[in-house]
Protein backbone atom coordinates (compact mmCIF):
# COMPACT_ATOMS: atom_id res chain seq x y z
CA UNK A 1 0.00 0.00 0.00
CA UNK A 2 3.06 2.39 0.18
CA UNK A 3 4.72 5.09 -1.68
CA UNK A 4 6.80 7.59 -2.13
CA UNK A 5 4.51 9.74 -0.82
CA UNK A 6 3.52 7.80 1.92
CA UNK A 7 6.41 7.21 3.90
CA UNK A 8 7.65 8.23 7.39
CA UNK A 9 7.95 11.57 8.84
CA UNK A 10 11.19 13.26 10.69
CA UNK A 11 9.28 12.18 14.25
CA UNK A 12 8.39 9.11 13.49
CA UNK A 13 4.76 9.57 12.73
CA UNK A 14 2.70 8.34 9.41
CA UNK A 15 2.87 11.28 7.44
CA UNK A 16 0.33 9.87 4.46
CA UNK A 17 -0.07 11.64 0.98
CA UNK A 18 -3.77 12.38 2.35
CA UNK A 19 -5.32 11.33 -1.29
CA UNK A 20 -6.84 8.37 -0.13
CA UNK A 21 -5.10 6.52 -3.10
CA UNK A 22 -4.93 8.91 -5.44
CA UNK A 23 -1.54 10.72 -5.26
CA UNK A 24 0.77 11.06 -8.27
CA UNK A 25 3.36 7.93 -8.25
CA UNK A 26 0.04 5.46 -8.00
CA UNK A 27 1.57 3.39 -5.73
CA UNK A 28 -0.86 3.14 -2.73
CA UNK A 29 -4.09 2.15 -4.81
CA UNK A 30 -4.72 -1.71 -4.62
CA UNK A 31 -6.04 -1.26 -7.89
CA UNK A 32 -2.56 -0.94 -9.41
CA UNK A 33 -2.14 -2.89 -12.61
CA UNK A 34 1.40 -3.77 -13.43
CA UNK A 35 1.92 -3.06 -16.83
CA UNK A 36 3.81 -6.08 -18.19
CA UNK A 37 3.91 -4.90 -21.75
CA UNK A 38 5.03 -1.44 -21.11
CA UNK A 39 8.53 -2.39 -22.49
CA UNK A 40 7.72 -4.37 -25.08
CA UNK A 41 7.72 -2.76 -29.00
CA UNK A 42 4.24 -2.89 -30.93
CA UNK A 43 5.26 -5.68 -34.19
CA UNK A 44 5.73 -3.20 -37.44
CA UNK A 45 2.16 -1.77 -39.39
CA UNK A 46 0.83 -2.33 -35.52
CA UNK A 47 -0.98 1.01 -33.91
CA UNK A 48 -1.11 1.19 -30.29
CA UNK A 49 -4.51 0.87 -29.05
CA UNK A 50 -6.60 3.56 -28.76
CA UNK A 51 -8.37 3.42 -25.09
CA UNK A 52 -7.19 4.22 -21.75
CA UNK A 53 -7.58 2.92 -18.07
CA UNK A 54 -8.76 6.76 -15.66
CA UNK A 55 -8.84 6.51 -11.99
CA UNK A 56 -11.04 8.49 -10.27
CA UNK A 57 -11.39 9.01 -6.31
CA UNK A 58 -11.96 6.14 -4.09
CA UNK A 59 -10.83 3.57 -6.60
CA UNK A 60 -13.52 4.09 -9.61
CA UNK A 61 -12.04 3.13 -12.81
CA UNK A 62 -13.38 3.79 -16.20
CA UNK A 63 -12.24 3.26 -19.94
CA UNK A 64 -12.09 5.96 -22.18
CA UNK A 65 -11.45 6.27 -25.94
CA UNK A 66 -8.38 8.75 -26.95
CA UNK A 67 -8.28 10.86 -29.90
CA UNK A 68 -5.59 10.14 -32.88
CA UNK A 69 -3.99 13.53 -31.47
CA UNK A 70 -3.30 12.93 -28.16
CA UNK A 71 -0.30 11.12 -26.60
CA UNK A 72 -0.74 10.27 -23.56
CA UNK A 73 0.69 7.50 -20.98
CA UNK A 74 0.34 6.20 -17.75
CA UNK A 75 0.41 9.00 -14.67
CA UNK A 76 -0.97 12.08 -17.12
CA UNK A 77 -3.76 13.93 -15.57
CA UNK A 78 -6.58 14.32 -17.94
CA UNK A 79 -10.13 15.60 -18.53
CA UNK A 80 -12.44 13.45 -20.07
CA UNK A 81 -16.17 12.98 -21.20
CA UNK A 82 -19.09 13.00 -18.48
CA UNK A 83 -23.00 12.97 -18.01
CA UNK A 84 -22.53 16.36 -18.13
CA UNK A 85 -19.40 18.47 -18.44
CA UNK A 86 -16.39 16.70 -17.48
CA UNK A 87 -14.12 14.90 -15.13
CA UNK A 88 -10.35 15.41 -13.92
CA UNK A 89 -8.92 11.86 -13.36
CA UNK A 90 -5.48 10.16 -13.50
CA UNK A 91 -4.63 7.36 -16.34
CA UNK A 92 -3.48 4.34 -14.72
CA UNK A 93 -3.12 1.39 -17.68
CA UNK A 94 -2.45 2.37 -21.30
CA UNK A 95 -1.48 -0.21 -24.56
CA UNK A 96 -2.74 -3.49 -25.33
CA UNK A 97 -3.05 -4.63 -21.73
CA UNK A 98 -6.38 -1.97 -21.80
CA UNK A 99 -7.61 -4.52 -24.06
CA UNK A 100 -7.44 -7.32 -21.87
CA UNK A 101 -8.88 -5.46 -19.05
CA UNK A 102 -11.98 -4.34 -20.70
CA UNK A 103 -12.69 -7.93 -22.01
CA UNK A 104 -11.91 -8.95 -17.95
CA UNK A 105 -14.33 -6.45 -17.26
CA UNK A 106 -16.89 -6.72 -19.89
CA UNK A 107 -16.81 -3.63 -21.37
CA UNK A 108 -17.91 -3.26 -25.19
CA UNK A 109 -15.25 -1.56 -27.57
CA UNK A 110 -17.92 0.49 -29.11
CA UNK A 111 -19.03 4.01 -30.43
CA UNK A 112 -20.65 4.62 -27.00
CA UNK A 113 -16.69 4.48 -25.12
CA UNK A 114 -16.97 7.70 -23.65
CA UNK A 115 -14.06 9.98 -24.61
CA UNK A 116 -11.06 11.65 -23.07
CA UNK A 117 -11.16 15.84 -24.18
CA UNK A 118 -7.47 16.60 -23.23
CA UNK A 119 -4.60 16.79 -21.35
CA UNK A 120 -5.80 18.28 -18.07
CA UNK A 121 -4.51 21.94 -17.88
CA UNK A 122 -3.02 23.68 -14.67
CA UNK A 123 -6.46 25.47 -14.52
CA UNK A 124 -8.66 22.17 -14.43
CA UNK A 125 -5.92 20.79 -12.02
CA UNK A 126 -6.37 23.85 -9.49
CA UNK A 127 -10.15 23.83 -9.61
CA UNK A 128 -10.14 20.18 -9.27
CA UNK A 129 -8.13 20.04 -6.10
CA UNK A 130 -10.01 22.93 -4.71
CA UNK A 131 -12.81 20.80 -5.27
CA UNK A 132 -11.88 17.71 -3.27
CA UNK A 133 -10.75 20.30 -0.31
CA UNK A 134 -14.38 21.01 -0.16
CA UNK A 135 -15.39 17.42 0.17
CA UNK A 136 -14.97 16.58 3.72
CA UNK A 137 -16.99 20.42 4.83
CA UNK A 138 -19.71 19.25 2.77
CA UNK A 139 -19.84 15.74 3.99
CA UNK A 140 -20.44 16.91 7.79
CA UNK A 141 -22.83 19.85 6.70
CA UNK A 142 -25.03 16.85 4.81
CA UNK A 143 -24.72 14.71 7.36
CA UNK A 144 -26.31 17.44 9.73
CA UNK A 145 -29.00 17.77 7.11
CA UNK A 146 -29.79 14.45 7.43
CA UNK A 147 -29.83 14.37 10.67
CA UNK A 148 -32.32 17.80 11.44
CA UNK A 149 -34.42 15.47 8.42
CA UNK A 150 -34.39 12.29 11.04
CA UNK A 151 -33.35 10.19 7.69
CA UNK A 152 -32.03 6.84 8.84
CA UNK A 153 -29.50 6.73 6.61
CA UNK A 154 -25.07 7.48 6.72
CA UNK A 155 -23.32 9.50 4.37
CA UNK A 156 -20.13 8.14 4.33
CA UNK A 157 -18.51 10.20 1.60
CA UNK A 158 -18.76 12.87 -0.61
CA UNK A 159 -17.04 13.14 -4.59
CA UNK A 160 -16.83 15.97 -6.71
CA UNK A 161 -16.73 15.79 -10.08
CA UNK A 162 -13.81 17.44 -11.93
CA UNK A 163 -15.53 21.07 -13.40
CA UNK A 164 -17.00 21.51 -9.80
CA UNK A 165 -20.91 21.06 -11.08
CA UNK A 166 -21.73 17.35 -9.71
CA UNK A 167 -21.08 15.80 -6.40
CA UNK A 168 -22.25 12.30 -5.60
CA UNK A 169 -23.10 11.22 -2.23
CA UNK A 170 -22.39 7.73 -1.26
CA UNK A 171 -24.78 6.35 1.76
CA UNK A 172 -25.97 3.47 3.70
CA UNK A 173 -29.18 2.91 4.91
CA UNK A 174 -31.51 0.13 6.17
CA UNK A 175 -34.30 0.66 4.35
CA UNK A 176 -35.59 2.40 1.84
CA UNK A 177 -35.18 6.75 2.33
CA UNK A 178 -37.32 9.62 0.69
CA UNK A 179 -34.27 12.03 0.68
CA UNK A 180 -36.22 14.07 -2.10
CA UNK A 181 -36.08 16.87 0.29
CA UNK A 182 -32.09 16.12 1.24
CA UNK A 183 -31.45 16.83 -2.07
CA UNK A 184 -33.51 20.04 -2.35
CA UNK A 185 -32.06 21.67 0.71
CA UNK A 186 -28.25 20.78 -0.59
CA UNK A 187 -28.70 21.59 -3.70
CA UNK A 188 -29.83 25.37 -2.38
CA UNK A 189 -27.01 25.55 0.30
CA UNK A 190 -23.88 24.19 -2.23
CA UNK A 191 -24.80 25.32 -5.71
CA UNK A 192 -24.68 22.27 -7.69
CA UNK A 193 -26.55 19.22 -9.03
CA UNK A 194 -26.53 16.03 -6.81
CA UNK A 195 -26.21 12.54 -7.10
CA UNK A 196 -27.62 10.24 -4.21
CA UNK A 197 -25.77 6.93 -4.62
CA UNK A 198 -26.63 3.71 -2.32
CA UNK A 199 -23.19 1.39 -1.24
CA UNK A 200 -23.30 -1.79 0.98
CA UNK A 201 -21.73 -2.08 4.42
CA UNK A 202 -18.53 -4.09 2.78
CA UNK A 203 -18.16 -1.14 0.20
CA UNK A 204 -18.13 1.43 2.57
CA UNK A 205 -15.94 0.00 5.21
CA UNK A 206 -13.76 -0.95 1.81
CA UNK A 207 -13.57 2.89 1.59
CA UNK A 208 -12.81 4.33 4.98
CA UNK A 209 -10.67 1.28 6.29
CA UNK A 210 -9.79 0.67 9.23
CA UNK A 211 -7.80 -1.89 11.63
CA UNK A 212 -9.20 -5.52 12.08
CA UNK A 213 -9.52 -8.00 14.94
CA UNK A 214 -5.85 -9.48 13.32
CA UNK A 215 -4.02 -6.32 14.07
CA UNK A 216 -4.25 -5.76 10.22
CA UNK A 217 -5.47 -3.11 8.19
CA UNK A 218 -8.86 -4.31 6.33
CA UNK A 219 -8.20 -6.58 3.53
CA UNK A 220 -11.39 -4.67 2.00
CA UNK A 221 -8.90 -1.45 2.03
CA UNK A 222 -5.49 -3.16 0.93
CA UNK A 223 -5.93 -5.59 -1.89
CA UNK A 224 -9.59 -7.57 -1.89
CA UNK A 225 -11.25 -6.19 -4.98
CA UNK A 226 -14.28 -8.61 -5.01
CA UNK A 227 -16.79 -9.29 -2.46
CA UNK A 228 -17.90 -12.81 -1.90
CA UNK A 229 -21.31 -13.91 -0.05
CA UNK A 230 -20.39 -15.26 3.78
CA UNK A 231 -22.63 -17.77 5.12
CA UNK A 232 -22.78 -19.04 8.70
CA UNK A 233 -22.30 -22.21 6.53
CA UNK A 234 -18.40 -21.46 6.67
CA UNK A 235 -18.30 -21.08 10.26
CA UNK A 236 -19.61 -24.27 11.09
CA UNK A 237 -17.39 -26.21 8.74
CA UNK A 238 -14.46 -24.56 10.57
CA UNK A 239 -15.58 -25.56 13.90
CA UNK A 240 -15.43 -21.85 14.84
CA UNK A 241 -18.26 -20.24 17.78
CA UNK A 242 -21.05 -19.08 16.25
CA UNK A 243 -20.30 -15.43 18.31
CA UNK A 244 -21.62 -12.69 16.10
CA UNK A 245 -19.49 -10.34 17.98
CA UNK A 246 -16.03 -12.32 16.99
CA UNK A 247 -16.93 -13.40 13.40
CA UNK A 248 -18.57 -9.89 12.42
CA UNK A 249 -16.20 -7.35 11.07
CA UNK A 250 -16.27 -3.49 11.16
CA UNK A 251 -19.05 -3.86 8.39
CA UNK A 252 -21.44 -5.43 10.70
CA UNK A 253 -21.26 -8.46 8.53
CA UNK A 254 -19.09 -11.89 8.80
CA UNK A 255 -15.73 -11.27 8.12
CA UNK A 256 -14.11 -12.02 4.65
CA UNK A 257 -11.80 -14.03 6.17
CA UNK A 258 -13.81 -17.02 7.12
CA UNK A 259 -13.78 -17.74 3.60
CA UNK A 260 -10.20 -17.92 3.04
CA UNK A 261 -9.63 -21.67 4.28
CA UNK A 262 -12.96 -22.69 3.49
CA UNK A 263 -11.62 -25.04 0.73
CA UNK A 264 -9.34 -26.75 3.14
CA UNK A 265 -11.76 -27.14 5.65
CA UNK A 266 -14.19 -28.86 2.94
CA UNK A 267 -11.09 -31.13 0.93
CA UNK A 268 -10.47 -32.49 4.93
CA UNK A 269 -13.80 -33.28 5.55
CA UNK A 270 -14.85 -35.02 2.82
CA UNK A 271 -13.27 -38.41 3.98
CA UNK A 272 -14.73 -37.88 7.87
CA UNK A 273 -17.76 -39.67 8.42
CA UNK A 274 -21.05 -37.34 8.62
CA UNK A 275 -21.68 -34.98 11.75
CA UNK A 276 -25.46 -37.14 12.13
CA UNK A 277 -23.26 -40.24 11.55
CA UNK A 278 -24.74 -42.96 14.60
CA UNK A 279 -22.76 -45.60 15.92
CA UNK A 280 -24.61 -48.69 16.83
CA UNK A 281 -23.21 -50.86 19.65
CA UNK A 282 -24.30 -53.25 22.39
CA UNK A 283 -23.81 -50.74 24.88
CA UNK A 284 -26.13 -48.21 23.16
CA UNK A 285 -26.29 -45.35 20.49
CA UNK A 286 -23.54 -42.96 20.25
CA UNK A 287 -23.66 -39.83 18.82
CA UNK A 288 -20.51 -37.65 17.48
CA UNK A 289 -20.05 -34.76 19.65
CA UNK A 290 -17.04 -33.12 18.29
CA UNK A 291 -14.75 -33.36 15.16
CA UNK A 292 -11.10 -32.54 14.79
CA UNK A 293 -9.44 -32.51 11.02
CA UNK A 294 -6.02 -31.63 11.77
CA UNK A 295 -5.69 -34.42 14.36
CA UNK A 296 -8.14 -37.01 12.53
CA UNK A 297 -10.44 -37.63 15.68
CA UNK A 298 -13.62 -37.79 16.35
CA UNK A 299 -15.92 -37.76 19.95
CA UNK A 300 -18.45 -40.11 20.43
CA UNK A 301 -21.12 -39.79 23.71
CA UNK A 302 -23.83 -42.53 24.30
CA UNK A 303 -27.06 -41.46 24.74
CA UNK A 304 -27.59 -42.30 27.86
CA UNK A 305 -24.43 -40.63 29.01
CA UNK A 306 -23.60 -37.75 27.10
CA UNK A 307 -21.35 -36.57 29.12
CA UNK A 308 -18.70 -39.04 28.95
CA UNK A 309 -17.15 -38.72 25.41
CA UNK A 310 -14.80 -41.01 23.82
CA UNK A 311 -12.00 -40.73 21.38
CA UNK A 312 -11.61 -42.36 18.02
CA UNK A 313 -10.20 -41.60 14.59
CA UNK A 314 -12.36 -41.37 11.71
CA UNK A 315 -10.75 -45.29 10.38
CA UNK A 316 -12.19 -46.50 13.42
CA UNK A 317 -15.97 -44.62 12.67
CA UNK A 318 -15.46 -45.92 9.31
CA UNK A 319 -15.21 -49.51 10.45
CA UNK A 320 -17.87 -49.36 13.12
CA UNK A 321 -20.38 -47.59 10.30
CA UNK A 322 -19.54 -50.76 7.75
CA UNK A 323 -20.32 -52.81 10.35
CA UNK A 324 -23.27 -51.63 11.41
CA UNK A 325 -24.32 -51.13 7.57
CA UNK A 326 -23.87 -55.37 8.01
CA UNK A 327 -26.45 -55.35 10.90
CA UNK A 328 -23.26 -56.01 13.12
CA UNK A 329 -22.87 -54.44 16.46
CA UNK A 330 -19.54 -53.58 18.27
CA UNK A 331 -19.30 -54.68 22.11
CA UNK A 332 -18.89 -50.65 23.01
CA UNK A 333 -17.12 -47.95 22.15
CA UNK A 334 -14.38 -48.32 25.01
CA UNK A 335 -12.50 -51.06 22.92
CA UNK A 336 -11.35 -48.69 19.91
CA UNK A 337 -10.83 -45.55 22.67
CA UNK A 338 -8.19 -47.18 24.74
CA UNK A 339 -5.82 -47.12 21.41
CA UNK A 340 -6.22 -43.65 21.20
CA UNK A 341 -5.18 -42.57 24.48
CA UNK A 342 -2.56 -40.23 24.70
CA UNK A 343 0.77 -40.11 27.54
CA UNK A 344 0.74 -36.71 28.38
CA UNK A 345 4.21 -34.98 27.95
CA UNK A 346 5.55 -31.91 29.65
CA UNK A 347 6.31 -28.95 27.07
CA UNK A 348 8.25 -26.98 29.87
CA UNK A 349 10.90 -28.12 31.63
CA UNK A 350 12.48 -26.45 34.34
CA UNK A 351 16.05 -26.14 33.39
CA UNK A 352 17.02 -22.74 35.49
CA UNK A 353 14.71 -22.84 38.66
CA UNK A 354 12.63 -20.04 37.58
CA UNK A 355 9.08 -21.62 37.65
CA UNK A 356 8.91 -20.72 40.82
CA UNK A 357 7.06 -17.39 41.60
CA UNK A 358 8.09 -17.26 45.35
CA UNK A 359 11.40 -17.29 44.80
CA UNK A 360 11.92 -13.78 45.58
CA UNK A 361 10.30 -14.27 49.18
CA UNK A 362 13.05 -16.13 50.36
CA UNK A 363 15.01 -14.30 53.27
CA UNK A 364 18.17 -12.79 52.47
CA UNK A 365 21.58 -14.92 53.78
CA UNK A 366 22.37 -13.42 56.91
CA UNK A 367 25.89 -14.82 56.54
CA UNK A 368 26.53 -12.27 53.43
CA UNK A 369 25.70 -9.28 54.85
CA UNK A 370 28.33 -10.25 57.87
CA UNK A 371 30.87 -11.27 55.34
CA UNK A 372 30.87 -7.81 53.96
CA UNK A 373 30.81 -5.92 56.84
CA UNK A 374 34.29 -7.65 57.93
CA UNK A 375 35.33 -6.75 54.37
CA UNK A 376 34.51 -3.37 54.89
CA UNK A 377 36.62 -2.72 58.23
CA UNK A 378 39.75 -4.45 56.70
CA UNK A 379 39.87 -1.75 53.64
CA UNK A 380 42.53 0.89 54.72
CA UNK A 381 41.71 4.08 54.33
CA UNK A 382 44.64 4.83 51.80
CA UNK A 383 42.85 2.13 49.67
CA UNK A 384 39.61 4.04 49.85
CA UNK A 385 40.52 7.40 49.02
CA UNK A 386 42.89 5.82 46.13
Same mark, same amino acid.
Given at each position: ????????????? &??????????????????? #??????????????? &??????? @??????????? #? &????????????????????????????????????????????????? #?????????????????????????????????? @?????????????????????????? @??????????????????? !?????????????????????????????????????????????????????????????????? !????????????????????????????????????????????????????????????????????????? !?????????????????????????????????????????????????????
Amino acid at each position: MGCSSCSTGKDGQ &PRGCKNNGTCGTDGCNKLT #VFDWLSNMSLPNGEK &PFDCVEV @RFKNSRKEFFR #V &PEDISLSIGDIVATQAKSGHDVGMITLAGELVRIQMKKKKVANDDQLPK #VYRKATQKDIDKWQKCRDKEDEIKKRSREMAILL @RLQMKISDVEFQGDGSKATFYYTADE @RVDFRQLIKDMAKAFGIRI !EMRQIGYRQEAQRLGGIGSCGRELCCSTWLTDFRSVSTSAARYQQLSLNPQKLAGQCGKLKCCLNY !ELDMYMDALKDFPSQDSKLHTEKGTAFCQKTDIFKGLLWFSYKDDPSHWHTLTKDQVHEIITKNKKKEKVASL !ELYAVDNLEKETTLFENTVGQDSLTRFDRPKNKNRRKKNKKRRKHIKPSQKNG
